[in-house]
């Protein structure tokens, strides 16, 4: 019988060579290698950094230092990724660091990226923030509305995504050549674009769940400054400014005169204004000023918020505003950590930027004055902007500002308050009304028709004689210290009532000339509840001002102004007194 297990060595070794051969027939050997590549990827990624060019201004302001430029990230702005053709495949966000990435490309594809001027956002928080060219073909029959006008971009050469990850960085170059412009200004709308970017974080680290209204930055090239009425469609402008009808921000870039797109404080003051307008509430009656103004105290608090706010969304107390690129022109540097600003008060828009910018920064400042290195931090702030200052029964100034943040705060940062009160020359303990200010006259002035701040009109038909004057408005802007008067009215109840306002300095004015009113009085008075106008009275009539209001709702207090007309008008005859008076009754309809 044959033994299975018994063993034979040839069987092993031809055992051994068929699986020899088995495996180089396995393994393609033998032959050469006849397999076909490994297929490419279906897709890639495409990812980078998208940068602006930023120029920082010279020491003291003094004109744009093109030698320092400085390359940050686009931040929160929308990249595209296209097609060849400029078709639009996919969109995302870059991120604080300027990243951006997309992860399912195809490969083997011609693409190229675009990077939108604009800041959108859904959802909880949310923006809508777009940087566009305002200015329009004068030979244009039918212009594209300002919202539909061309928003700026800047797009990559194309490129192949190849078969494998790509990494792709995009800049917005100043177009600078070391003398002038020359080339594209690409990094000025992103420029724009990044100091809103940072006024908004601002608001976020106090309400990370804001939501803010749409906003239009309008820059161009062709913006330029000029003295007479602005033109938005051909770019003439009267200076940077934002327009509350509009929601929007106008913004100089002529570089044969003066540029605004890296005086990033300056942005950052108009949006401001945009704050006060869409969280808050101003009542400030605008117009032409300057540093060392004595200004309405609507103006003054409403010029030193927004210099305020800038100072504090960019960590910089220093406030520039250069000139004509290329030269040393800087139109102000005004710092809210220097030396005082002649002269301080209530009525002056530096100290009120001072007040507010010390109240949250923690540096010593250099005026040599008291210490400001307390901090209420800018929750506190923001709560008082959007709270009661945004309902408050007075006008907006400072004083009902501080008289409406003080209650948020604690004993120490009530004291740590009053002291910075005290730096800028106003009187701590006031309320919303002024009532307990003392600072009444600015350098050797009279100091006249300035205190009290509010003059109570009776509504029972008594009569009060009320004063303004120009003694600080030598310009005839109409938007300087004690032009307007402002007047408290406790309406006792709902009714319509009689207004009367007469002039009472008669004697003083020009000869009257039967054919030109121009040489008489026109006092003119506006009444507001809560902010909102209510009624008002501007008739053009010599010496007099008769109107009767609607109903108003009463128990309930109204505010006015009242001013003397020719203080602001620009046509006012030599010789107009700089004083004017008038007898005024309020009186319900029976």
């Known amino acids: 019988m044959e033994n299975r297990n018994t063993f034979n060595p040839s069987r092993v070794r031809l055992g051994a060579a068929i699986l020899f051969v088995a495996t180089l027939l396995i393994a393609g050997c033998g032959g050469g290698d006849s397999s076909p590549p490994p297929p490419p990827p279906a897709s890639i990624s495409v990812s980078g950094?998208?940068?602006?060019?930023?120029?920082?201004?010279?020491?003291?302001c003094q004109g744009l230092d093109f030698g320092s430029i400085q390359l940050r990230p686009i931040r929160g702005a929308t990249v595209q990724l296209l097609d060849g053709a400029g078709n639009l495949l996919n969109s995302t966000t870059s991120n604080d660091s300027g990243d951006y990435s997309f992860s399912v490309v195809a490969s083997n594809t011609t693409v190229q990226?675009?990077?939108?001027?604009?800041?959108?956002?859904?959802?909880?928080?949310?923006?809508?923030?777009?940087?566009?060219d305002n200015v329009v073909d004068p030979t244009d029959p039918n212009p594209p509305v300002l919202s539909a006008r061309p928003l700026y971009s800047i797009v990559s050469?194309?490129?192949?995504?190849?078969?494998?990850?790509?990494?792709r960085n995009l800049t917005a170059t100043t177009g600078w050549d070391g003398s002038s412009y020359s080339g594209n200004r690409a990094a000025a709308p992103f420029s724009v674009l990044d100091a809103i970017y940072s006024a908004m974080q601002?608001?976020?680290?106090?309400?990370?769940?804001?939501?803010?209204?749409?906003?239009?930055?309008?820059?161009?090239?062709?913006?330029?400054?000029?003295?007479?009425?602005?033109?938005?469609?051909?770019?003439?402008?009267?200076?940077?400014?934002?327009?509350?009808?509009?929601?929007?921000?106008?913004?100089?870039?002529?570089?044969?005169?003066?540029?605004?797109?890296?005086?990033?404080?300056?942005?950052?003051?108009?949006?401001?204004?945009?704050?006060?307008?869409?969280?808050s509430r101003t009542d400030s009656v605008g117009g032409r000023h300057t540093i060392g103004d004595q200004l309405d105290a609507r103006l003054a608090f409403g010029?030193?918020?927004?210099?305020?706010?800038?100072?504090?969304?960019?960590?910089?107390?220093?406030?520039?505003?250069?000139?004509q690129p290329g030269t040393t022109d800087g139109f102000l540097a005004l710092g809210a950590e220097e030396g005082?600003?002649?002269?301080?008060?209530?009525?002056?828009?530096?100290?009120?930027?001072?007040?507010?910018?010390?109240?949250?920064?923690?540096?010593?400042?250099?005026?040599?004055?008291?210490?400001?290195?307390?901090?209420?931090?800018?929750?506190?702030?923001?709560?008082?902007?959007?709270?009661?200052?945004?309902?408050?029964?007075?006008?907006?100034?400072?004083?009902?500002?501080?008289?409406?943040?003080r209650p948020m705060l604690s004993p120490a940062n009530q004291a740590f308050l009053d002291s910075q009160l005290v730096r800028e020359d106003m009187t701590p303990g006031f309320d919303k009304w002024g009532a307990g200010e003392l600072?009444?006259?600015?350098?050797?002035?009279?100091?006249?028709?300035?205190?009290?701040?509010?003059?109570?009109?009776?509504?029972?038909?008594?009569?009060?004689?009320?004063?303004?004057?120009?003694?600080?408005d030598g310009s005839g802007d109409g938007n300087k210290l004690a032009v307007y008067r402002f007047l408290r009215i406790d309406v006792p109840s709902t009714s319509a009532y009689d207004v009367n306002i007469t002039t009472t300095t008669t004697g003083a004015l020009p000869p009257d000339d039967p054919t030109d009113p121009r040489d008489q009085s026109d006092p003119d008075m506006f009444i507001f509840r809560d902010g909102l106008l209510a009624v008002f009275g501007h008739s053009g009539d010599a010496n007099e001002e008769i109107f009767t209001t609607p109903e108003l709702s009463g128990?309930?207090?109204?505010?006015?102004?009242?001013?003397?007309?020719?203080?602001?008008?620009?046509?006012?005859?030599?010789?107009?007194?700089d004083q004017m008076c008038f007898d005024v009754s309020f009186t319900p309809v029976p």
Not at 265 to 272: K, P, S
Not at 440 to 462: Q, T
Not at 555 to 570: N, Q, S
């Open 49 to 60: 950094t998208v940068f602006y060019e930023f120029v920082p201004p010279n020491p003291i």
């Open 113 to 132: 990226l675009r990077v939108r001027a604009e800041l959108k956002r859904l959802g909880t928080p949310n923006w809508d923030v777009e940087v566009r």
């Open 157 to 167: 050469s194309t490129f192949s995504t190849g078969t494998s990850n790509v990494i």
């Open 202 to 279: 601002l608001i976020l680290s106090a309400d990370p769940g804001a939501g803010f209204p749409p906003l239009d930055a309008f820059w161009s090239v062709n913006n330029t400054s000029t003295s007479g009425p602005s033109d938005i469609d051909s770019g003439e402008l009267s200076t940077s400014f934002y327009r509350s009808d509009l929601d929007a921000l106008f913004l100089l870039g002529d570089a044969n005169a003066d540029t605004e797109e890296f005086d990033d404080h300056v942005i950052v003051h108009e949006w401001g204004h945009y704050f006060e307008d869409n969280f």
């Open 303 to 323: 010029e030193g918020w927004a210099t305020a706010l800038a100072g504090m969304a960019l960590n910089d107390p220093l406030y520039c505003d250069t000139g």
């Open 340 to 405: 005082a600003y002649d002269p301080q008060g209530w009525y002056d828009e530096v100290s009120v930027l001072r007040f507010i910018y010390d109240l949250w920064d923690i540096t010593n400042g250099d005026d040599g004055t008291e210490p400001d290195n307390g901090s209420i931090g800018f929750a506190p702030i923001y709560n008082t902007m959007v709270g009661p200052q945004a309902f408050t029964e007075s006008f907006t100034t400072v004083f009902s500002f501080a008289a409406e943040l």
């Open 439 to 472: 600072n009444d006259h600015p350098f050797d002035l009279p100091g006249r028709d300035v205190l009290p701040l509010y003059v109570d009109l009776p509504a029972d038909g008594s009569v009060i004689n009320i004063c303004a004057n120009d003694d600080y």
């Open 555 to 577: 128990p309930d207090i109204y505010v006015a102004d009242l001013r003397e007309f020719r203080y602001a008008d620009p046509d006012s005859p030599l010789g107009f007194p």
